[in-house]
């Protein structure tokens, strides 16, 4: 079995690290060889925050090649725009509605980019699915939950079975948090499936 690379990519406190732990242990559910790295920069100071999650037959390295990313999921615009150089040729892009600004912006170190919503698009010209996380987690009651819809949105554009994401959920979410993230994972799918 081919081995599917998956990068998660935003700012610290989007959940990003979390929905890379779903993803890796819905996997590992589904009986597939899985591998995970992540980097946290500066995270905890609203800096970029990536993971990435590798599972197929046999992985051998955590590390995805530059230009090796079958799926790209950004929690927001800005940083889909900056990850596009990790994405293969045919590589697929989730991207969420948010747009934050860059701490390298806000800070005057560098510009804020020019028309983000075109950029994104022309990059990835057919290839590109949108979310509204904000939105969906609002739906399902808590705003803090918008990280699973998001990995709702994920479970539609991978081959791993709807019951090993379930598992996944209810092995890595706490009992008294569980029910608002298993609502906002069923309205990311529901979105997604649209």
């Known amino acids: 079995m081919q081995t599917t690379n998956v990068t998660l990519v935003g700012v610290g406190g989007q959940g990003i690290l979390l929905a890379s732990d779903v993803l890796a242990r819905?996997?590992?559910?589904?009986?597939l060889d899985v591998k995970k790295s992540e980097i946290h920069g500066m995270s905890q100071r609203g800096g970029s925050v990536s993971s990435q999650v590798r599972?197929?037959?046999?992985?051998?390295?955590?590390?995805?090649?530059?230009?090796?990313?079958d799926l790209l999921v950004a929690f927001d615009v800005v940083e889909a725009i900056r990850a596009f150089a990790l994405v293969r040729p045919a590589g697929r892009a989730l991207v969420d509605r948010k747009y934050v600004v860059p701490v390298t912006v806000s800070s005057?170190?560098?510009?804020?980019?020019?028309?983000?919503?075109g950029t994104l698009a022309r990059l990835?010209?057919?290839?590109l699915f949108r979310i509204d996380s904000a939105a969906l987690a609002a739906e399902a009651g808590n705003p803090r939950t918008a990280n699973m819809a998001v990995a709702g949105a994920i479970s539609t554009l991978l081959d791993i079975p709807e019951g090993a994401w379930d598992a996944a959920l209810r092995g890595r979410i706490p009992a008294k948090l569980l029910e608002p993230?298993?609502?906002?994972?069923?309205l990311g799918r529901a979105a997604a499936a649209q």
């Open 26 to 31: 819905a996997a590992a559910e589904a009986g």
């Open 124 to 127: 990835y010209d057919g290839r």
């Open 181 to 186: 993230n298993l609502r906002a994972f069923a």
């Open 55 to 69: 599972f197929g037959g046999s992985v051998l390295s955590a590390i995805i090649p530059s230009g090796e990313t």
């Open 108 to 117: 005057g170190m560098q510009p804020a980019p020019d028309d983000p919503e």
